[in-house]
């Protein structure tokens, strides 16, 4: 009997003191839960002069719930603009014979109409700069400005630039509103923005997006292309407006839609605020633009060329095709057939992209080119010259 009690008392003991001691070799263990990290609460986000500030969420990451102390910053600065032009219309010389207006009219038309446009623009200083479009204001007779406090004015044009679609205006007013411009550099696709302008003639109307896109340059809508994309609704009217981001900072200037109908689809695009803000300074302190110029005719490479040149189909860069005597590329000693594969230690891929670089520069930057030659690759360098209309 006692051989019997004794095993089981022992392993009593053992059994009892598993559960006091180590109870998970019997119990099951509970699963940990997935260590989640969840994002801050929304919130008002910072506007400019707080962003530095303590406590303030400078990477963005609340969002305001209203954006409408961004509209108030920046809704003063933006304007209508109201263009007139004096049309005359053609007519064969016998309508304005009488003999003929006899037999043809009773109520001669008159040769002459006035066609009224409209459009948008911006107050970038307190002395009366206002940018806008070329095409708002291309052939006016008069321009009137409107402004968000119910005044008009009658606007000079100070200069323009057709291959970038600008035009700067001059007005004369006291106690004018400026809008702050932002820095391209910080726009990021996926920022909020908002289109302020005048579309139909509604009156002045703000639409909210994102940024979809930046450095759109294959359009075919001018000869120097670096849009900005939004969904942001922008309608006629909309041209020369601001396009604002959430703190009321001008980060581009609306310029153009693509529709099928002639409104707004949500592929709208606008010029970024440094390139306008260059074009104005430009325009007001020299009369034009002015562009960087290296004195060549490339060829983007595709697969047919590089072919055709026996040339490696993974090759990638821009044939030089023509080059201007005494340019700045045949001063650097660049030859036609030479592909340029870095420019100013970027990828020369893209011609547009490359042209647009090339423009950015000031007379006598330099300008240093790597490109391949017999297939050796080789380093020069260049000084950017000063671009003329219909040079590149």
């Known amino acids: ?38 994002a801050p609460l929304a919130g ?35 304007v209508n603009i109201f263009t007139r032009k004096l049309v005359r219309r053609k007519t064969h010389p016998l309508f304005d014979d009488p003999f003929f207006q006899r037999f043809f009219r009773t109520n001669p038309e008159p040769s002459e109409r006035m066609q009224s446009s409209l459009g948008s623009g911006v107050i970038m200083s307190p002395d009366g700069y206002v940018l806008t479009n ?10 009137v400005v409107a402004l968000h406090d119910g005044r008009e004015v009658n ?15 001059k007005i004369e007013l006291e106690n004018l509103p400026q809008i702050q411009v932002a820095h391209d550099s910080q726009l990021r696709i996926g920022d909020v923005v908002l289109a302020i302008g005048n579309p139909f003639g509604v009156g002045q109307t703000v639409t909210l997006g994102i940024v979809s896109a930046t450095g759109r340059n294959q359009l075919g809508l001018n000869t120097y292309e670096d849009y900005i994309q939004t969904d942001a609704a922008i309608n006629p009217g909309n041209s020369g407006g601001a396009l604002i981001n959430a703190y009321g900072e001008l980060v581009g200037l609306n310029t153009a839609i693509f529709s099928k109908s002639g409104g707004s689809q949500g592929i709208g695009f606008a010029i970024p605020a440094e390139v306008a803000s260059r074009t104005l300074t430009d325009i007001a302190t020299h009369g034009a633009t002015i562009r960087g110029w290296l004195g060549i005719e490339v060829q983007e490479s595709t697969p047919q060329l590089l072919t055709a040149l026996s040339l490696p189909q993974a090759l990638t860069g821009l044939i030089v095709t023509g080059i ?21 230690a970027q990828d020369a891929a893209n011609a547009r992209s490359a042209m647009n670089q090339i423009a950015a520069l000031r007379p006598g930057d330099g300008i240093d080119l790597e490109f391949i030659r017999a297939g050796q690759k080789m380093q020069t360098h260049a000084t950017a010259g000063q671009r003329k209309a219909h040079q590149q």
């Not at 006692?2 to 008392?9: E, F, S």
């Not at 070329?134 to 321009?143: K, R, S």
């Not at 606007?155 to 205006?169: H, M, N, R, Y």
């Open 155 to 169: 606007a000079t044009v100070v200069g323009t630039d057709p291959e970038a679609d600008l035009a700067v205006l």
């Open 324 to 344: 201007y005597p005494d340019g700045p590329a045949d001063q650097a000693k660049l030859a036609v057939g030479d592909i340029l594969v870095k420019i100013n």
């Open 44 to 78: 008002i986000g910072p506007m400019p002069e707080q962003r530095n500030e303590p406590g303030s969420n400078a990477a963005g990451q609340a969002g305001p719930v209203s954006y409408a102390d961004a509209v108030d910053r920046a809704a003063p600065a933006v």
């Open 1 to 38: 009997m006692n051989t019997l009690v004794i095993p089981i008392l022992v392993g009593l003991v053992v059994a009892f003191s598993v559960l006091l001691w180590a109870p998970e070799l019997v119990t099951p263990a509970t699963p940990k839960a997935p260590a989640i990290t969840y």
């Open 134 to 143: 070329n095409h708002v204001i291309h052939g006016a007779d008069q321009i």
